[in-house]
């Protein structure tokens, strides 16, 4: 089972991916939205690079084909594209998976899929967009925790350097982020506070 870096931002494109993976991010997901199929595809290659050069694990959201062409590590699915995907083809081709989830129907769906991590969230109020569940506060990862056993847990959602604590205490394995760097005034020097304030809860892959 593969330990996941503790810190996991999500980010837009491959512009801001080859801006600060290499500060020191060793685990990244591109979210590319309204993007042709060529458009992903160079936005893939150019993050495939970047993470290569850089020692960062490289995950795609949604867009599981293309991450399978382009040799991506990771491909990281919503309950309504696992629902369209073919875990077979994923798996068959080395990728890692991991799975959103947002109540304990989507997590029964999750664990069914065998994913390498689950997702909950939102841990709080989110600006990123519009979202039809309540946040879930810290102490849901708790019950996450325990239904999940050892399977690494990733809590998103809201999440600050600040607010930290209470998802590493609710048992979160990595916390992914997005608004907190992507809407930040200094990108540079927030993922830096990021990376200084998660390096020690790093632990060696098994």
């Known amino acids: 089972m593969?330990?996941?870096?503790?810190?996991?931002?999500?980010l837009p494109d491959a512009d801001w991916i080859e801006r600060l993976v290499p500060l020191g991010i060793r685990l990244v997901q591109l979210r590319a939205k309204d993007m042709t199929a060529p458009e992903l595809r160079s936005q893939i290659r150019r993050c495939k690079t970047v993470c290569a050069a850089h020692g960062c694990v490289f995950v795609v959201n949604d867009h599981w084909r293309l991450a399978i062409d382009e040799g991506a590590d990771f491909v990281h699915l919503g309950q309504e594209d696992l629902a369209e995907a073919n875990l077979a083809a994923i798996h068959a081709a080395?990728?890692?998976?991991?799975?959103?989830?947002?109540?304990?129907?989507e997590l029964a769906t999750a664990l069914e899929a065998e994913?390498?991590?689950?997702?909950?969230?939102?841990?709080?109020?989110?600006?990123?967009?519009?979202?039809?569940w309540a946040p879930q506060t810290p102490e849901r990862l708790r019950a996450w925790r325990a239904a999940i056993g050892a399977l690494p847990l990733v809590a998103i959602g809201g999440i600050t350097v600040e607010r930290l604590p209470p998802v590493w205490?609710?048992?979160?394995?990595?916390?992914?982020?997005?608004?907190d760097i992507v809407r930040h005034p200094d990108p540079e020097s927030r993922t830096r506070e990021w990376i200084e304030a998660t390096r020690h809860r790093l632990r060696p892959n098994t």
């Open 115 to 132: 994913p390498d991590y689950v997702a909950l969230g939102p841990i709080w109020p989110t600006v990123l967009k519009a979202m039809k």
């Open 169 to 179: 205490e609710g048992g979160a394995d990595s916390a992914a982020v997005v608004t």
């Open 2 to 10: 593969m330990a996941l870096d503790p810190f996991y931002p999500v």
């Open 94 to 105: 080395g990728l890692r998976l991991g799975l959103s989830t947002h109540d304990e129907a």
